[in-house]
């Protein structure tokens, strides 16, 4: 089995750049944001991590293929805001000239970087070695100065391999407990935010804090935390109700006997949060019978929860098939759990869906 030694050290420095330029973002109060075809936001910070992100992968690993959210179609009809993007990534490359140096693939221009961006148009598939990147995971989360998370997942014929997770506003302590404010009203300013989650296939789950230029510090084994009284677990859900269906989630929590409020907070954070024992449970339910969940939402978080102890699967209980394309087609909603209540969660959650 191949250790992805160097496949780590690049998704891990990337990331981390990544982060670096969205956190300049995250701190402008217009952020440049215009809407998809889906009406969700996308913002200057989702673009230019993006590029970035690409361009490191590319410089190492040329043959491999990309599967990533955004595209630069609308870059090439607004000049003024695919001038401003490529400013920040200008910045960002010299700014870090470490990770520049270990990473290799400096983007020369605005035109190089629309190039870039459009190499994440991989459909994905069964075979061979496919990243999956969002830039910017929880956009609304970050626009609302919130939580997001810069995510990384190598799929290789259909299993994740390999999983990174920026979280620039998750504090670096990994026994802070979650409260309800994690959600909102976060700033990476404050001492110890900012965390770097890791998890390869057969090597557990790690984290260690975001830094700048090197990768910063050891990294430290994370686990989940077992639940011995299912009454005080936490779970984790989305802050949108259109992204998880809230009221069941409420529903579920009653039937397991949690009597704890639910954690909101956007983004793969989630996943990164109970993998550390920070929290217990991350639910979300579908809230629509069509929509796919895409498989950048999903690939580092499934790894790091497995890895960590972990087991992740949707409503049916079925792992996640990230082997059909860009999306989870063949799955509905997702259920994340310590192993051994796995199956109890399930069993609650299947009764309040009605699937038993």
Known sequence: ?????????????????????????????????????????????????????????????????????????????????????????????????????????????????????????????PKGRIWAIDPIDGTKGFLRGGQYAVCLGLVVDGDVKLGVLGCPNLPVDDAAPLDASIGANQTDDEPGRGVLFSAVIGQGATSRPLGTGGLADKSTPISMKPIKDMSQASFCESVEAGHSNQSESAQIALKLGITRPSVRMDSQAKYGSIARGAGDIYLRLPTSKTYQEKIWDHAAGDLIVREAGGQVTDTTGSRLDFSIGRTLASNKGVIAAPAEVHSQVLKAVQEVLGQK
């Open 1 to 125: 089995m191949t250790s992805y030694a160097k496949e780590l050290e690049v998704a891990q420095l990337a990331v981390q750049r990544a982060a670096r330029l969205t956190k300049r973002v995250f701190h402008e109060k217009a952020k440049g944001t215009v809407s998809k075809d889906d009406k969700s936001p996308v913002t200057i910070g989702d673009f230019g991590a993006q590029a970035l992100i690409i361009s490191a992968l590319k410089a190492s690993f040329p043959t491999d293929e990309i599967v990533a959210e955004e595209e630069a179609a609308t870059l090439r009809n607004d000049a003024p805001l695919r001038d401003q993007i490529w400013e920040l990534v200008k910045t960002t490359q010299l700014d870090d000239a470490a990770a520049e140096a270990l990473l290799g693939g400096s983007i020369k221009d605005a035109d190089a970087m629309l190039e870039i961006i459009d190499q994440g148009n991989s459909k994905g598939g």
